[in-house]
């Protein structure tokens, strides 16, 4: 699958999700570029999950308008679904089986031919250095390895859009920085990066940084842009300003 180019890959108005009386998600509006790293930031509660969930196809807005990839929220989720890759907080990798076999199995899942998959697998190893663990199962790897194979498969079919749930817990900061190199490389070929983390100094990584508060984005800018509008040295200070209120 080839990666198809949108000036906004990711276009949202008037997001709504409703639980019962709960608003989960009141009113979001943003979009996000081709080629762009965007930070989604949040206090747990604050609305993000829930919306990332959206995002990715897996939940229906209660009211709103979104599009992913060119793809209707209502009527197309599961074209959404094909578009986008997804690394979750736990890297979504088979732990008993080999390097070269979880690659095997999600090229089969996404549709690759076996000479994509084969030549998918041989460029990772590569890539990654991992001729030393080519026989080892995924349990055994290091878990700055296990972090960059799982962004890999998320991008193995070469989605337009990556949403990417705090890919970087655990880990020590020279591998977080190796992983955000990862990052810069796949956004400077086109690819759409939408991150969620806890890392205030990784929010500073991004081209655009949002700021969610009680189901409301409270700040959307660059980095830079919201240093200077609130007054403060960093992104971090920014976020407990809104946090306290």
């Given at each position: 699958m080839k990666t198809q180019l949108f000036d906004k890959p990711v276009i949202v108005r008037?997001?709504?999700?409703?639980?019962?009386?709960f608003v989960a998600n009141d009113h979001l509006n943003f979009?996000?570029?081709t080629g762009e790293i965007f930070g989604f930031l949040g206090a747990n509660g604050a609305g993000k999950t829930t919306a990332i969930k959206i995002l990715c196809?897996?939940?229906e807005p209660t009211s709103g308008h979104?599009?992913?990839a060119g793809y209707d929220i209502y009527k197309q989720r599961e074209k959404i679904k094909q578009s986008i890759g997804y690394m979750s907080q736990k890297f979504s990798l088979y732990h008993d089986l080999t390097i070269a076999e979880n690659i095997r199995f999600y090229g089969g899942i996404y549709g690759l031919s076996r000479q994509r998959i084969k030549?998918?697998?041989a460029d990772y190893i590569e890539r990654l250095s991992l001729q030393p663990y080519a026989k080892s199962q995924v349990h055994e790897l290091p878990l700055g390895i296990k972090q960059k194979l799982a962004f890999l498969l998320a991008i193995l079919?070469?989605?337009p859009i990556v949403f990417l749930d705090e890919p970087t817990g655990g880990v020590?900061?020279?591998t977080r920085r190796q992983f955000w190199e990862m990052i810069y490389q796949e956004a400077a070929a086109g690819k759409t990066i939408f991150v969620t983390t806890h890392y205030m100094d990784e929010a500073e990584y991004c081209h655009r940084v949002s700021i969610m508060v009680d189901g409301r984005i409270e700040a959307l800018d660059t980095p830079s842009g919201l240093k200077k509008t609130f007054g403060v040295d960093s992104v971090e200070q920014v976020f407990v300003k809104l946090a306290r209120g």
């Open positions: 008037d997001l709504v999700k409703k639980f019962g009386s979009d996000v570029n196809g897996l939940s979104v599009e992913i030549e998918k697998t079919h070469e989605p020590d900061p020279i």
